[in-house]
């Protein structure tokens, strides 16, 4: 077994509103910074054992489907490191 | 008897079996790590923020065992109700399509809003006729109906949007619209058939004349249906 830490981004698909994003946007620009768009993600560190890279990615893949993301409103990636 | 499922940060359940049982309905609390009773009418997912909406709002609640039991007995017919949160768990337990999430204010929104009856013929919206205008209260943070436009045009074709936010004319407009919702959407009904369904608004909270409003019975008098 090999100890590996799992990254999963997860990102409103393209087109979903995000008004979180857009105030915090706003709020930058009051504080006079330059920018064209902001965009917000949740991102999750898993560590855990696995027999291999795919063994660990399917695992989390799984984790992402079930319950980080939701998939009517988010995409996401899996990024496998060993540890 | 009905039961009203009490997670952890439920606050709208003693609500909801006090608003049932003033319209006759035998209703329970039931915790949720207890379990379904065997003898269940019918089910409530109540309003509040269960698991403090940690992730998103309903992701917690959605996950918990009970909810295997919630999709089985709607699967045999057993009517269930999403309230508020309870519509963010239906949703989130797939029982119901979409997602509720963040309001395009970016804000929680507690108020009074206007809702068009677009069914009539669901056991939740009997009560009424079509085009119907009733007022309920929201209270709510993440109660923005996305779902893709191709899903949202088959729930169109199928019936299956039973309220939308409009004006007190019945007008449904972006100005009506208190929270971004798609297409306005407020209340749709479940993957199982119309004895599922979720709204965003509290007809719970409109149930006693002596509270300024009874237009929720009919939603809760779907029960009885």
Redesign the interface.
Known sequence: MTQFTATVTVRLKSG?????A??TQRALERLGFELEDLRSADHFEIDLEAESVDDAAERVESMAE???A?P??HDYEVEIERR | MIAVIRFGGSNCDRDAVQALESLGTDAELVWHEDGLPAEVDGIVLPGGFSYGDY??AG?MAA?SPIMDEVREAADEGTPVLGICNGAQIG??SSLT???F??????RFQCEHVYLRVENADTPWTQAYEEGDVIELPIAHGEG?F???DDRLETLEDEDRIIFRYCDSEGNVTPEANPN?SKHNVAGVTGERGDHVAVLMPHPERATLEDLGSTDGTGVLEGFQA
């Open positions: 979903v509103l995000d008004p979180e857009e105030t079930r319950l980080l939701n009517t409103i | 992730l998103r992701a996950r949703s989130e399509p979409g997602a999430t963040t309001n395009e204010s970016a923005r996305e779902v893709d971004g």
